[in-house]
């Protein structure tokens, strides 16, 4: 193979740098997926040939489908545990954000996976986790009127989350809790 690329003469540094800058970033601006463990890898762990993987999983999606079902489930049961089916709405709708936000604090890698990366292969409005979308409808007193207040108010608490995840030295002025609800109570005009 023979290499059409120039060699480049001294001084040309800064224009190089300037080209891998560029490279990189044409690179980066497709989405990337957050890399999963191999099968081969998982077998390992577990101290089995990766053929006893593939008894139970018969390709890496399957396997990561699994996973992100097993997350949200762990999730839901922080949901569960944390909501108050005898209080008012707002009463239960702040609960559960606090659990959201406290599960996604302990929790960092497993959000990243459940929120920040593509669902597996499935049809459109369905997977794993759409049902948090409901029980927010279901607690949001305007979202009978307005069936995108839920998605809304969905995307700003992840803003929320995901922002405190992975930018945690930007000058924040309150707690993660008291930013969830404003920007929620500020969509469905509650106080």
Same mark, same amino acid.
């Given at each position: 193979m023979t290499d059409t690329?120039?060699?480049?003469?001294r001084g040309e540094g800064?224009? $190089?740098?300037?080209?891998? #800058? +560029? !490279? !990189?970033?044409?690179?980066?601006?497709?989405p990337q997926s957050l890399p999963t463990p191999s099968l081969r890898a998982i077998a390992?762990? &577990?101290? #089995? !040939? %990766? /053929?006893?993987?593939y008894m139970h999983f018969p390709s890496q999606d399957a396997l990561n489908y699994a996973v992100t079902e097993e997350l949200f489930g762990r999730l839901r049961h922080a949901l569960d545990a944390a909501d108050m089916p005898d209080g008012t709405r707002v009463d239960r709708l702040r609960s559960l954000i606090d659990a959201y936000l406290t599960w996604a604090e302990n929790h960092p890698g497993a959000y990243q996976l459940l929120f920040e990366r593509p669902d597996p292969s499935i049809e459109p409005g369905t997977g %794993?986790?759409?049902?948090?979308?409901?029980?927010? +409808?279901? $607690?949001l007193p305007a979202a009978e009127k /307005? %069936?995108?207040? !839920?998605?809304?108010?969905? &995307? +700003?608490?992840?803003? #929320?989350v995901s922002l405190r995840i992975h930018k945690p030295t930007a000058p924040w002025t309150s707690e993660p809790r008291a930013d969830a609800w404003a920007v929620v109570a500020a969509?469905?005009?509650?106080p």
């Open positions: 690329r120039q060699r480049r003469a800064e224009r $190089l740098r300037a080209e891998l #800058v +560029a !490279a !990189a970033i044409e690179l980066l601006l497709e390992r762990t &577990c101290g #089995v !040939a %990766p /053929s006893a993987v %794993p986790g759409l049902d948090l979308l409901d029980r927010l +409808a279901d $607690l /307005s %069936p995108d207040l !839920a998605l809304r108010a969905w &995307c +700003a608490l992840h803003g #929320v969509l469905a005009g509650l």
